[in-house]
Nanobody, 116 residues
């Protein structure tokens, strides 16, 4: 089994920064990712990477502002979010997958609110 626990959400003004962390426990997976879901919208991918450090992906809307990184020894994945915008407001979810297919394991989510 795989368990994921996120932390680091909160309220920030536009232009500010937040750092989300996700600690994984259980067996090792292929890769990790961050998704978000805004009110009334579908969940969308934000960023992802393999534990090896490759296969990095960013949504166009966050390129140049968000950075995903990992600490394999601590089984922790971090999403550094800079230059935040009100449209980044959402519940952010950490996710894991066993291969290059769909993400199967999900954290409980953490709220990020960006005020204008």
């Amino acid at each position: 089994q795989v368990q994921l626990v996120e932390s680091g959400g909160g309220l920030v003004q536009a232009g500010g920064s937040l750092r989300l962390s996700c600690v994984a426990s259980g067996r090792t997976t292929y890769g990790m990712g961050w998704f978000r879901q805004a009110p009334g919208k579908e969940r969308e991918p934000v960023a992802s990477m393999a534990w090896s450090g490759g296969s990095t992906y960013y949504a166009d809307s966050v390129k140049g502002r968000f950075t995903i990184s990992r600490d394999s020894a601590k089984k922790t994945v971090t999403l550094q979010m800079n230059s935040l915008k009100p449209e980044d407001t959402a519940v952010y979810y950490c996710a894991a997958r066993d291969g290059v297919g769909p993400f199967r394991y999900w954290g409980q989510g953490t709220q990020v609110t960006v005020s204008s």
